[in-house]
Structure formats: C-alpha cells, structure tokens
C-alpha cells in the first residue's frame, strides 16, 4: 500500500526510473545444460522488486518437453506473468503493458531452433533482436546455452546450428550492459 502511495504521489513513470537505475538494462546469462541459467535469471528478477515477465521460447514437442516446461513453470512462484512466444520475442518483450517488468527471455537456443525449424533467415532475425533490444527501456534478463565448448559435432546440421549459436550470443554479449557465465550454477562474471 505504501509503495502505491509513493508511485502516485512522484508519478509511475519517475517512479519505474527510480526503481530500475540499479538494474542493469539488458543481462545476459551464459552456460551449458543444467548449470543453472534459468534458476539465476529466476533469483535476479526475483530480487529487482518488479513484476516478473517469463518469455518461454519453448514448445512441447514431445511429452519430455511438456515434462520439463511444466518443471519450469512450478519453480515458479505466483507473482510470474508467463508469455509463450517461440518466434517473436521482440513483439513479446516490446508489449507496452510490460513497462514497471523485468522480463526474462528462456531461452536464446530454444527459440533458434526455432527459427531454424520454420526456416527463417537466422542471421537477419540475430540482427533484428540485437538492434530491437538495443532501444528496450525495460529491464530484461536473456538466457542462453553456451554449445561451443565441446567436440566438433559429427553432422552438418549440429555444425550449423553450433556456429549460429556462437554468433548468436556473441551479438548478444554486444548490446547486453552485464554478462555472466553460470558454471555448476555459480556465476561468473563476464561483463563489466
């Protein structure tokens, strides 16, 4: 109740300034399977004092998949808005109703396969997040697999896949203002 007074008495969009100026703009969370990206971007929205946003990027292809996005969604608490979105993410994170949220993106590689599934121009949609998240004026938490720290992948496809997920976060790391590798679900800082 009082934290409602005080948004009225200095105005909501003052009040969303004054709340986020200690959160970094755009982070990026980095790391292989099960190293606990997800559960970080969970805390660090948890902990901004926002409304939490989840844009899950994934589709229950199959009953393992429906299995592990229902596990997500319970890790959850109450207070999460979710948005599935497998393609569009900038029209997801750009909703104008998301103003005063934290938004998490979960994640990066999920929705890559997906543009590679429905035979989209990976490099230009790459290009087309970077600079749309480059003019976000909102807070925002992307999350994404770390693939080429392993053996070279036996198929062309895996190949492709791997050299678009590196360009991939490297565009990422570009325009994002905080950057962590999270290892055994330890983070470590990448940038600053």
């Given at each position: 109740m009082k934290m409602g007074m005080e948004r009225e008495k200095i105005g909501f969009h003052r009040w969303i300034i004054m709340l986020t100026a200690d959160l970094p703009r755009l982070t990026l969370l980095l790391g292989g399977a099960r190293s606990g990206k997800s559960r970080r971007a969970q805390t660090l929205a948890e902990e901004s004092g926002l409304v939490p946003v989840m844009i899950a990027t994934a589709q229950a292809g199959d009953s393992?998949?429906?299995?592990?996005?229902g596990r997500h969604r319970a890790e959850r608490s109450q207070e999460w808005m979710t948005i599935e979105e497998p393609l569009e993410i900038l029209s997801a994170i750009g909703q104008p109703e998301f103003l005063g949220h934290i938004l998490v993106v979960d994640c990066l590689t999920l929705w890559l396969s997906n543009l590679f599934f429905s035979e989209r121009l990976v490099e230009h949609s790459i290009d087309e997040l970077a600079s749309g998240l480059a003019r976000l004026d909102r807070p925002c938490i992307l999350v994404s697999n770390e693939l080429g720290l392993g053996i070279v992948p036996e198929n062309e496809l895996a190949r492709t896949f791997r050299d678009?997920?590196?360009?991939?976060?490297?565009?990422?790391?570009?325009?994002?203002?905080?950057?962590?590798?999270?290892?055994?679900?330890?983070?470590?800082?990448?940038?600053?």
């Open positions: 393992e998949m429906a299995e592990r996005i678009a997920q590196g360009r991939l976060n490297q565009r990422m790391a570009q325009v994002c203002d905080h950057v962590e590798l999270i290892v055994a679900g330890l983070p470590l800082r990448i940038k600053p």
